[in-house]
């Protein structure tokens, strides 16, 4: 039987189509190949890889949150679609303890997903191997305004219209 190459998945880094030069390591116990490794966080903590990939089941302390801010990366694995504990964590590093570095979603990552993980904070998604580079790209701009604060834009919409709506009141003309 000859040798099956195992599908590229399909990678987005700041809403384009990107090369993943990082190579991810899901034992805990498998040694990294040299290059740039993702391991898992108690690897990364020992020292090995130079960046670390969470479990959803991550208790992000404070103590924690402060250990990661020198990662160059974070990856936030998501073991199910259905599993959303890795948006809390992405919106907690980027909002309450100031990670500026890239925080990537791994896992089983769908396109459906693809908006609401970048409002979250994932500026890196890396999409399971079945899902479409041109769907998931289509997806990133399915919504053209949202309602609600989040990271990627912190003012309500209604802050922004109110602030439009000002502008306009400034210039128009005066009737007496």
Same mark, same amino acid.
């Given at each position: 039987?000859?040798?099956?190459? $195992?599908?590229?998945?399909?990678?987005?880094?700041? &809403?384009?189509?990107?090369?993943?030069?990082?190579?991810?390591? @899901?034992?805990? *116990?498998?040694?990294?190949?040299?290059?740039?490794?993702?391991?898992?966080?108690?690897?990364?903590?020992?020292?090995?890889?130079?960046?670390? +990939?969470?479990?959803?089941?991550?208790?992000? !302390? *404070?103590? #924690?949150?402060? =250990?990661?801010?020198?990662?160059? #990366?974070?990856?936030?694995?998501?073991?199910?679609? !259905?599993?959303?504990?890795?948006?809390?964590?992405?919106?907690?590093?980027?909002?309450?303890?100031?990670?500026?570095?890239?925080?990537?979603?791994? &896992?089983? $990552?769908?396109?459906?997903?693809?908006?609401?993980? !970048?409002?979250?904070?994932?500026?890196?998604?890396?999409?399971?191997?079945?899902?479409?580079? =041109? *769907?998931?790209? &289509?997806?990133?701009?399915?919504?053209?305004?949202? /309602?609600?604060?989040? $990271?990627?834009?912190?003012?309500?919409?209604? @802050?922004? @219209? =109110?602030? =439009? +709506?000002?502008?306009?009141?400034?210039?128009?003309?005066? /009737?007496?």
């Amino acid at each position: 039987m000859p040798d099956q190459a $195992v599908p590229a998945r399909p990678f987005i880094r700041a &809403g384009q189509p990107a090369v993943d030069d990082w190579t991810l390591v @899901r034992d805990s *116990d498998a040694a990294p190949s040299g290059g740039r490794c993702i391991v898992p966080l108690p690897a990364w903590q020992s020292g090995a890889g130079q960046a670390p +990939w969470l479990a959803s089941d991550t208790e992000l !302390t *404070d103590a #924690l949150a402060a =250990e990661l801010l020198d990662a160059p #990366l974070i990856a936030i694995d998501f073991p199910k679609f !259905t599993d959303g504990r890795g948006y809390s964590l992405a919106r907690l590093l980027r909002e309450r303890h100031g990670y500026a570095g890239e925080i990537r979603a791994i &896992g089983d $990552v769908l396109v459906d997903q693809l908006y609401f993980m !970048t409002r979250c904070g994932f500026d890196a998604l890396s999409l399971r191997e079945d899902q479409w580079l =041109e *769907d998931a790209l &289509g997806a990133l701009g399915a919504f053209s305004r949202a /309602y609600q604060p989040a $990271v990627d834009q912190p003012e309500p919409l209604f @802050r922004r @219209r =109110e602030r =439009e +709506w000002a502008r306009a009141r400034e210039k128009a003309p005066a /009737y007496a």
